[in-house]
């Protein structure tokens, strides 16, 4: 019997365990079934909650599929709401993910995350591409609403340049002001449009600045509610001081 919690930041949800005390050994196919939508717990990912030297914690993210992901940034928001949550600090934290160190505040029920320090816009198979902890390509749209984000999504994640590039997040943005954006995503290891994700808006963010001088912060609609990215760019073109801010709640408990 495994004792879990499911998360949720802006509609996009995880399964997360407190692996402080036990060792947790999930294979990929427990994993991928835990997260099932229909014959498991359902998730858009699993988060193990470690002890790290030096920090506060350490966060270690598997996709839906089982496998181990890149950086989640709302999984990073969730985990720190999660470690709140189990007394392991009160407003102020700092954790280790797989993109390395994170510093983080609570405030209420929001959690403001720093991010890694993000190179310069890449033009790569000819849209816009950032790596903000996981990697993601950056398409504009002007009727985001209409859409099919899980058809258009997967024809460019599974393109021929891709499969040979190992994948990418693929967000879609429609400018809604000077200091707005909306945008969906299809995400790889989910393999569908997730209600938001993290790393992507983020890379969006940096991108509406790059191609339409969008200052910071930038508000950022998604199906599963509005987060806000702030940052500063760096005279090489690259960004740091990078914080994505935005909800993230405990939804239940249970054993699986």
Known sequence: MLSFFKYQGTGNDFVMIDAREVEINLSQEEIAAICSRRFGVGAD??????????????????????????????GGRCTVKFAAD???????????????????????????????????????????????????????????GALDVNK????????????AAGGSNINF???????????????????????SCGTGVTACALDAWQKHQMKSPVAINTL??????????????????????????RVFKGIW
Request: hydrophobic share 35%; charged share 25%; glycine share 10%.
């Open 45 to 74: 990912g699993l988060i193990l909650l470690k002890n790290a030297d030096g920090y506060d914690f350490r966060m270690v993210y598997y996709n839906a599929d089982g496998r181990e992901g890149s950086m989640c940034g709302n």
């Open 152 to 163: 258009e999504g997967a024809a460019i994640r599974y393109n021929e340049y891709w499969q």
């Open 173 to 195: 943005v429609e400018l809604k002001g000077s200091q707005s954006i909306a945008v969906r995503t299809y995400e790889r290891g989910v393999e569908a449009e997730t209600y």
């Open 86 to 144: 189990l007394g392991i600090f009160e407003k102020e934290t700092s954790f280790i993910a797989v993109d390395g160190p994170h510093e983080a505040l609570l405030i209420d029920d929001k959690v403001r995350l720093k991010m890694t320090d993000t190179a310069a816009v890449a033009e790569v198979d000819g849209n816009s591409f950032y790596n903000t902890g996981s990697p993601h390509v950056v398409i504009y749209s002007d009727n985001l």
């Open 224 to 249: 599963g509610g509005q987060l806000e990215v702030s940052f500063e760019q760096k005279t090489d073109g690259s960004f740091s001081n990078i914080w994505l801010e935005g909800p993230a709640l």
